[in-house]
């Protein structure tokens, strides 16, 4: 814990201006971010009696070991900035709000020449008209099936598009009159593009008018006796009717506005979201967050702002925001609203009317998501605990293993060998600090030997980083010792004494962890880092030999720290070091449900790497090893010569045909057609013939390697079987 009067700065070198300020630990890495008005005076309210100091502040600056600022220009800056440096940071201090899932929205691909209806999620894509978000995708999916009778927009994939467009035949919505069919020309792209048009205002809340003149053509329609088309009309507008019904007007003036609403305790605050469009109700999202800062609820207003509007621009910014309380100051945080959208943004609390009556439903909306956060994380922080302590007391640990990490060896009859490393965090998936490997000190089916180099790997780097950051305190002659105990080995594809080449960020170029130089890490920027949190348990994929390989390992790093055990499949047997009997947990154990699902999920992320891997090489061809030769120009390659085969046996002048390709990388093409072996020949399994051309193969022949099932581990003894 350091005494917060050892890094206080002068105060005579704190500006008095707006500006972004962020605390770092003793490792540098970034732990709070924050922005004030004045520097001077925020950072003096840090620097006060721990005594006086909210709980949180003061383990915050207990934690931190410097504190550095930013000067700017604004508050509107220093909000844009301090929102950035969050993001990039990711600061253990700060209010983080967890979505708790991805909410879909309903997208109309504008950008295309047929726009197409659908569900997107994520990230928002220039040109795609969005709406929502919805909480559930099927009501999505029913409106647009309301709204196809009247506005039969193209709904279909790319793939389907273009197979109707190849066999002049729609799909079924074509037949059934839910679809324009654009794709075999019943409309031209201008009308299509006219009726998604319609389709998004009629989402956008322009509806009355819409309906009106509906009305007009079904009476006009009556009045020339064309009872059917007025018979259709009169359903469409049943249709249109049915589908604004889902959405009941809540706000009378047609107001566009997001009503936002807080239900907080001591220890954690839940956000309810309202989007209003054209008056109606169109999308409810919430967020739950951990209020590990001391904060007042403008501060979460705040936050709230920032993460619901920090990628929106334009019109996904509504004229309205409702809030239950204003930020301190409101002028910033309105500013940038309102630059956000590119015109003016009103920021305030309802006081009377239907907008304060519709702004008490959300605060129930938000009261019942923190009801039922607490109870849901008191049973899951229940179990998990229990699972944590049943595990600590089998393996005899000192303590619960807050951090497990978990690894397995995946392969292909011994090809394609990779591995991955999974981390779970308080019993919780922490995807962020996934890891994948390929093995490279070998080549061939060798599982303990595999084991053993991805835990030397990572623990290596563990160690170099713990090397730079100053946590090694015995001297130059212990710091010597680690780096010649960190050395990576000579690759067998190496000349002796080196270790190959690796990227700047300490991956090889495919993202696995590769050995590096001790220097070969850049100043600490305060960003979190891949390897620099070390596990209480390592949890192998296997028994007693993958067990042992990875202990030796470790023992031969010097680190005596981290327990390690192994879970076999076969039996569930938990396998400690040195061990000749393993640990068995009651089948019912809260402990072993855990164990397995850490060892699922590594076994699942290593498949999933090896089979890409595994794809990859099947699709890759000869021309793939030509430096400098794109996608493009392969495409034209193939179309020109038709396969491989001629290519290969084409001229330098014959292939300089080809457009876009000089004779300077025709050259080059026909030297690695050349050095490269031709793949095997095509074979009709049904009849063992040889096909003269391979790259033609005939339906129901096979050429080159035959794919055989996966391997995962010398503990999966379940071979052809891939799970």
């Not at 929106?312 to 409702?322: A, H, M, N, Q, R």
Request: hydrophobic share 35%; aromatic share 6%.
């Amino acid at each position: 814990m350091a005494d917060p009067s050892s890094y206080r700065p002068k105060p005579g070198q704190i500006p008095d201006s707006p500006g972004v300020y962020r605390f770092r630990d003793e490792h540098r890495r970034v732990i709070y971010v924050g922005k004030a008005k004045s520097l001077r005076q925020r950072l003096a309210s840090y620097f006060q009696d721990l005594a006086n100091l909210h709980p949180r502040t003061r383990t915050m600056v207990t934690t931190a070991a410097s504190v550095e600022w930013t000067v700017v220009s604004t508050e509107v800056e220093a909000l844009q900035l301090e929102y950035s440096w969050i993001k990039e940071y990711d600061p253990r201090f700060n209010v983080k709000y967890r979505d708790d899932k991805s909410y879909p929205h309903l997208a109309v691909t504008m950008n295309e020449e047929f726009p197409r209806v659908q569900v997107m999620r994520g990230a928002k894509k220039k040109g795609v008209r969005y709406f929502g978000p919805y909480g559930h995708a099927w009501a999505i999916r029913d409106t647009v099936d309301l709204l196809l009778r009247v506005f039969p927009v193209r709904t279909c994939s790319a793939g389907v598009f273009k197979n109707a467009s190849r066999t002049g035949r729609p799909c079924l919505l074509g037949y059934i009159g839910k679809c324009s069919a654009p794709c075999v020309g019943r409309v031209s792209p201008e009308e299509h593009r006219e009726l998604a048009e319609e389709f998004c205002d009629f989402m956008a809340g322009r509806t009355g008018t819409y309906i009106r003149r509906q009305e007009q053509q079904m009476a006009e329609a009556a009045e020339e006796m064309e009872y059917e088309r007025a018979a259709r009309l009169r359903d469409d507008i049943e249709a249109l009717k049915k589908a604004m019904e889902k959405n009941a007007v809540v706000l009378a003036d047609a107001t566009d506005a997001d009503l936002i609403a807080l239900a907080e305790d001591e220890l954690e605050a839940a956000v309810q979201i309202f989007h209003v469009r054209g008056g109606r109700v169109r999308g409810q999202r919430g967020w739950v967050t951990d209020k590990v800062e001391a904060v007042t609820t403008g501060d979460l207003v705040e936050h709230a702002l920032q993460q619901l509007y920090g990628e929106e621009t334009g019109d996904s910014v509504p004229k309205e925001v409702l809030v239950p309380a204003l930020p301190d100051p409101v002028e910033p945080v309105q500013e940038w609203l309102t630059a956000r959208r590119g015109s003016n943004v009103s920021l305030r609390i309802p006081q009377r009317g239907d907008k304060k009556a519709l702004m008490e439903t959300v605060q129930r909306n938000a009261l019942q998501a923190l009801a039922l956060h607490k109870t849901r994380r008191a049973s899951d922080l229940t179990t998990r605990s229990r699972a944590l302590e049943e595990i600590s007391e089998a393996l005899g640990l000192d303590s619960a293993p807050l951090r497990i990490e978990c690894y397995d060896i995946s392969h292909l009859q011994g090809d394609d060998v990779v591995a991955s490393m999974v981390v779970f965090e308080d019993g919780l998936q922490r995807k962020s600090e996934y890891r994948r490997f390929q093995i490279k000190g070998f080549a061939g089916q060798d599982d303990v030997r595999s084991m053993h180099e991805v835990i030397t790997r990572r623990f290596r780097r563990y160690l170099v980083e713990k090397e730079r950051t100053g946590e090694w305190t015995d001297g130059e002659d212990a710091a010597a010792g680690i780096a010649e105990t960190l050395a990576p080995p000579a690759s067998p594809a190496s000349p002796a004494g080196t270790a190959g080449t690796a990227g700047t960020d300490g991956t090889d170029s495919d993202g696995s962890a590769a050995p590096l130089a001790l220097n070969a890490f850049a100043e600490d920027d305060g960003r979190p880092k891949r390897f620099a949190y070390p596990p209480q348990l390592v949890v192998v994929d296997g028994g007693q030999p993958q067990v042992a390989a990875a202990q030796r390992a470790l023992d031969e790093l010097g680190i005596d720290d981290i327990a390690v055990c192994g879970l076999a499949k076969r039996l569930e047997e938990v396998w400690l070091p040195g061990e000749n009997d393993p640990v068995v947990l009651p089948r019912s154990s809260e402990g072993l449900y855990l164990l397995q699902r850490v060892r699922d999920e590594a076994h699942r992320f290593a498949i999933t790497y090896q089979r890409a891997k595994r794809a990859k090489r099947f699709r890759s061809g000869p021309l793939d090893d030509v430096p400098g030769l794109g996608e493009s120009r392969k495409q034209a390659l193939i179309k020109h010569f038709g396969s491989v085969k001629k290519l290969r046996s084409a001229t330098i002048d014959q292939i300089c045909e080809v457009p876009g390709v000089g004779r300077k990388t025709a050259e080059t093409i026909a030297v690695a057609l050349a050095q490269a072996a031709p793949a095997a020949p095509a074979v009709n399994t049904a009849t063992g013939e040889i096909m003269e051309d391979d790259e033609h193969a005939a339906p129901g022949t096979t050429a080159g390697p035959v794919e055989e099932p996966v391997t995962a581990g010398a503990s999966d003894e379940r071979r052809g079987q891939e799970t």
